[in-house]
């Protein structure tokens, strides 16, 4: 197994550029910030950008937790990569994780400024100190599962392969941690209402809207809808159609974790002036 090391100081674009110098490299693993990363998905670890201080993203960076350090070794002997590039402020950071997760010591060590720019460094300085913006090397999706209530934004990166005109395109995105100076943000609950009255009326099926109630817990949040529907279309059409679009418009605006839409139908309404209501509510869970 071989430890190539990426080093340079705090905020230098080193997550930006992770998975440029894996492709490069052709390391089978990114260790960045606590994380196991393999391509677009992260196998395991606790990340440090989840931690609410500042010294404790350093020890979780540094897996000086014994539990996160046991997953870790798991992962790692489940995995058996053959070159891993493990990002680090210094040569000495990077050969501690080496130290915890049992690994050898870096065999190559390559500083952020032999892949970035000065004016690249500087700009990634900025992002970080002026606004409190870290890149985490996966897609969105993997983010809004591990970082709820994070997520900004996203970007791609786009790799050049061995045959010609040949692109390898790998999404990253971009967080606020916790420890951020600029704290902690609240979306409140009756901008997700609205959010999610605006879907509903743009549903051909839903006459009119009732109770919308949203629970949320530990960055989970689940969305309860209560409906009248116009007579005539297929309920259980109509209730997975409002579950896929209340999850998809809610996340995009909000990068909340929608972990369930609980939709029912409390009338169906006959035409003018006339309506009943159905014996059992009809209910779905995404």
């Known amino acids: 197994m071989e430890v190539i090391a990426l080093i340079g100081p705090s905020g230098t674009g080193k997550s930006h550029r992770a998975i440029k110098v894996a492709y490069n490299t052709h390391s089978d693993l990114i260790i960045d910030d606590g994380l196991l990363i393999q391509e677009s998905r992260i196998l395991s670890g606790i990340s440090a950008k989840k931690q609410p201080t500042k010294v404790g993203a350093i020890k979780t960076a540094l897996?000086?937790?014994q539990e996160?350090?046991?997953?870790a070794r798991r992962t790692l002997?489940?995995?058996k990569p053959e070159r891993i590039l493990i990002l680090g402020t210094s040569l000495g950071m990077v050969v501690r994780i080496t130290e915890h997760l049992d690994l050898p010591r870096p065999g190559q060590v390559i500083d952020i400024a032999e892949v970035a720019s000065g004016e690249e460094i500087r700009k990634a300085r900025f992002y970080r100190t002026r606004l409190g913006k870290h890149v985490v090397p996966v897609p969105t999706?993997?983010?809004k599962r591990n970082f709820p209530n994070t997520l900004i934004d996203s970007?791609?990166?786009i790799l050049h392969g061995g045959e010609p005109k040949k692109q390898v395109i790998f999404e990253q995105s971009v967080i606020r941690?916790?420890?951020?100076s600029f704290g902690k943000f609240t979306i409140a609950e009756n901008v997700l209402i609205d959010i999610t009255k605006r879907v509903l009326s743009t549903v051909a099926a839903v006459n009119h809207t009732g109770k919308i109630r949203i629970e949320s817990e530990q960055g989970n949040t689940v969305i309860f809808i209560q409906f009248a529907a116009n007579l005539g279309y297929p309920l259980q059409v109509v209730c997975k159609e409002i579950q896929t679009k209340v999850k998809e418009v809610v996340e995009s605006y909000t990068g909340l974790s929608i972990t369930a839409v609980n939709v029912t139908v409390t009338n169906l309404i006959l035409g003018k002036g006339g309506s009943f209501k159905p014996g059992t509510p009809a209910e779905l869970d995404t």
Not at 68 to 71: G, L, M, Y
């Open 77 to 79: 002997a489940a995995f």
């Open 68 to 71: 996160h350090r046991s997953q």
């Open 155 to 157: 970007l791609q990166v």
């Open 141 to 143: 999706l993997e983010v």
């Open 177 to 180: 941690p916790n420890f951020s």
């Open 63 to 65: 897996f000086t937790d």
